[in-house]
């Protein structure tokens, strides 16, 4: 069946510090791969996806995300996190026949430190 | 466009009550989702539908819990009788036109007391 990893429950960082958090997933084909950011009392947000083409994609607030497909992962980074970076973040994967469901991940909270 | 627009945005009811959440999709979106998020369970997919059609409620709790789409503007969940086990804030999502990507409504903060 397929599913999706974050082995991260919980990441302190310091605010400027680099981040980056993990995703895995279980998928016998390339699927569609996202990330949502969720702050406090909020709905989900996008930040990016990657459907095709370049494995590397540029989303919102300066985060970026490397599908790799030898690892099943699509890690998301950011080379210098911000206090308002705290929030919870969560990988989503959408199967590529005809379904438009997404398959998330239990998310990643992040905490910065000032 | 206004996005996902979900109501009320707060509900407090006792036990027992029955508890009607609404959702309006993304003009042009032709799935819509309900998903139930808490601390203990996470992010759970309640159902989906697809041309106002359910196509998956595997993710519905129990019978207590009903979900509607009579047109492709509006959508219903509704828990009769609600218990307090069901607190959590319900989430509505729409997507369309084969991009995959869902766009969340601000969520529905539900207090069963």
């Known amino acids: 069946a397929q599913s999706v990893t974050q082995p991260d429950i919980h990441i302190t960082v310091s605010e400027g510090a680099s981040l980056e958090l993990r995703c895995n997933y279980s998928?016998?084909?390339?699927?569609?791969l996202f990330w949502y950011v969720q702050s406090p009392g909020q709905g989900l947000q996008l930040l990016l996806k990657y459907f095709s083409g370049d494995t590397l994609v540029q989303g919102i607030k300066g985060f970026e995300a490397e599908f790799k497909r030898s690892q099943s992962s699509f890690n998301l980074r950011k080379p210098s996190v911000h206090w308002s970076d705290a929030a919870e973040y969560f990988c989503a994967v959408g199967l590529s026949y005809n379904t438009d469901k997404l398959i998330f991940g239990t998310g990643t909270r992040l905490q910065v430190f000032p | 466009d206004a996005g996902v627009i979900q109501s009320p945005r707060h509900e407090v009811t006792e036990m027992g009550q029955e508890v009607t959440l609404r959702c309006k999709p993304i003009s042009g979106h032709n799935s819509l989702f309900w998903y139930r998020q808490t601390m203990m369970r996470g992010l759970e997919l309640l159902i989906y539908f697809n041309n106002n059609v359910p196509i998956d409620d595997s993710g519905m709790p129990e019978d207590r819990f009903s979900a509607k789409m009579p047109n492709a503007s509006f959508s219903t969940l509704k828990i009769q009788p609600s218990e307090p086990r069901d607190s959590a804030v319900y989430f509505c999502a729409s997507t369309g036109g084969g991009i995959k990507t869902q766009y969340f409504g601000p969520g529905t903060r539900l207090l069963v007391l």
């Open positions: 998928y016998g084909a390339t699927p569609y």
